[in-house]
Every structure is written in C-alpha cells, then in structure tokens.
C-alpha cells in the first residue's frame, strides 16, 4: 500500500474560492472516479504559523493524504478531465510507504499525555549528491542528534516511493498545472511534534544551530538545503480537517 502526499500553497486572497472547489469538485471527483482504489482519504489544513516558520519552506494551504491499495492506471481512462480550480496552487507531491520506513522516537507516548502539533517536512538532497550518501547522513547523524538533544518529542519519517508514478486522472489540455508550479523528486517526509510552537521555537533557537551539517550541505543552518526548493513544510493538527472518503459524495 502507498500514500500519495499533495502539499499546497496558494495566493492566500484566493483561499475561500479554492476550499470551495476542493470540497465541492475535486475531492468528490477524486474518491468517486478512484474508490475502488483508494481506502483512505483525508486533508489537513495547516495552522497559521508564526513569522518565524515561515522561511522553512512553509506552504499555506491544504496537504492531502490518499493511501491507495493499489494505483489506477493514468489517464483519463473513461472519466472527465478534472474540474480546473480557480487558480493553480505550488504542489509539492510524492508517495511513500503506508507507513513510516523509521519511528525514531515517541512511540511509546499516549495520546492523553501530550498535546500535537505536526512539522510536516519533504526534503531532497541537492542534485548531485548520491542518495546513498544523503540517507546515511540523515540516519546515522541527524536522526541520532535529534534523539539525544531533545527538542521535538516524536520523530518519525518515510523514505519516497522513488520510482515514477504519476497521480491518476487528467487536466484539460488547455488548461494543465504550470509545470513549474509542481515540485516533485522528494527523498523523505519526515516529521517532528511538538506541544507549541514555543516549543518548535525552541528546538530551532537552542538545538538546530548544533546539529550537524552534511558535507554536501547548501546552506550553512538546517535543513542545510534550500527552503522553498529542497525543503517544504506545513504545521499540522492530529485530525484531518475532512475525511472525504468517507463523508463526501460525488457526483459523477
């Protein structure tokens, strides 16, 4: 079973005419051209962040999470060309695993004994680094210092589905996603919680500036690649802001 992961970002002056096409069109058209195929699907939206989180990489606006039993093939494949939303939002889009390829800690926490907010992080490794090498820095040297430098209380992360598969479905020809709106290529989704973002502010101002940075590092302070580029984040709740499998009809 895979996860796709869709992570926008949208001129915020558009937001109540994009929530209305996602729960009235394209949520509805997703789950019923892809039910068979789709056992869960769900959508957050983000807290408003603070000033201060937005340089990591932050996009605004829903992240959507589908775990399909098994991928449909592309295409059209007998359907419409999906309803086009108002304006084209930044996606940032990958699949992983159902489940997370490390738990690194926290697991053994009850739900009643802290509160949850959600750093929400894709991150590729700079072009030209080999992954064998991006993977062994992240799991034998950041994921470490995470653990015994505290800061987030729960850390866990999934490895990307790397080879190729495209969403399913179709744009109109006319009027397809800019193809520099899309940001795809991910190596990793990892996140980190935390009870407040005194707590996240914390982690960045205390711990972040003694973590070590990778020799093929781009900038000099985590995520030591490019935010906005390399690295994109959302801040999210624990329970998604609609369950569109299972509360939405669709029309066709």
């Given at each position: 079973?895979?996860?796709?992961?869709?992570?926008?970002?949208?001129?915020?002056?558009?937001?109540?005419?994009?929530?209305?096409?996602?729960?009235?069109?394209?949520?509805?058209?997703?789950?019923?051209?892809?039910?068979?195929?789709?056992t869960?699907?769900?959508?957050?939206?983000?807290?408003?962040?603070?000033?201060?989180?937005?340089g990591?990489?932050?996009?605004?606006?829903?992240?959507?999470?589908?775990?399909?039993?098994?991928?449909?093939?592309?295409?059209?494949?007998?359907?419409?060309?999906?309803?086009?939303?108002?304006?084209?939002?930044r996606?940032?889009?990958?699949?992983?695993?159902?489940?997370?390829?490390?738990?690194?800690?926290?697991?053994?926490?009850?739900?009643?004994?802290?509160?949850?907010?959600?750093?929400?992080?894709?991150?590729r490794?700079?072009?030209?680094?080999?992954?064998?090498?991006?993977?062994?820095?992240?799991l034998?040297?950041?994921?470490?210092?995470?653990?015994r430098?505290?800061?987030?209380?729960?850390?866990?992360?999934?490895?990307?589905?790397?080879?190729?598969?495209?969403?399913?479905?179709?744009?109109?020809?006319?009027?397809a996603?800019?193809?520099?709106?899309?940001m795809?290529?991910?190596?990793?989704?990892?996140?980190?919680?935390?009870?407040?973002?005194?707590?996240?502010r914390?982690?960045?101002?205390?711990?972040?500036?003694?973590?070590?940075?990778?020799?093929?590092?781009?900038?000099?302070?985590?995520?030591?690649?490019a935010?906005?580029?390399?690295?994109v984040?959302?801040?999210?709740?624990?329970?998604?802001?609609?369950?569109?499998?299972?509360?939405?009809?669709?029309?066709?």
């Open positions: 079973m895979l996860k796709s992961v869709v992570v926008h970002d949208i001129p915020i002056s558009h937001v109540a005419a994009m929530e209305r096409w996602y729960w009235r069109d394209h949520g509805p058209e997703i789950n019923r051209r892809f039910g068979p195929w789709l869960r699907h769900e959508s957050f939206l983000p807290v408003d962040a603070p000033a201060d989180a937005r990591f990489g932050y996009f605004n606006w829903r992240v959507t999470e589908g775990f399909w039993r098994e991928m449909p093939l592309p295409g059209a494949r007998g359907n419409f060309a999906f309803t086009c939303p108002p304006v084209w939002p996606v940032a889009t990958g699949f992983f695993p159902a489940q997370p390829t490390e738990d690194f800690f926290g697991g053994t926490l009850q739900p009643h004994e802290r509160q949850v907010l959600r750093w929400y992080c894709l991150h490794y700079p072009d030209g680094v080999d992954e064998r090498d991006g993977e062994r820095w992240f034998d040297t950041l994921a470490a210092q995470l653990q430098a505290g800061g987030p209380y729960r850390a866990f992360s999934s490895r990307a589905h790397r080879e190729p598969l495209p969403l399913p479905g179709e744009w109109p020809p006319t009027s996603p800019p193809k520099d709106a899309l795809h290529d991910w190596h990793r989704l990892t996140e980190l919680w935390f009870e407040t973002f005194d707590d996240w914390n982690f960045v101002r205390e711990i972040v500036p003694s973590l070590t940075p990778p020799p093929w590092a781009t900038v000099p302070r985590f995520p030591f690649v935010s906005g580029t390399d690295f984040s959302s801040f999210l709740l624990e329970r998604p802001a609609d369950e569109f499998w299972r509360d939405s009809r669709g029309y066709q």
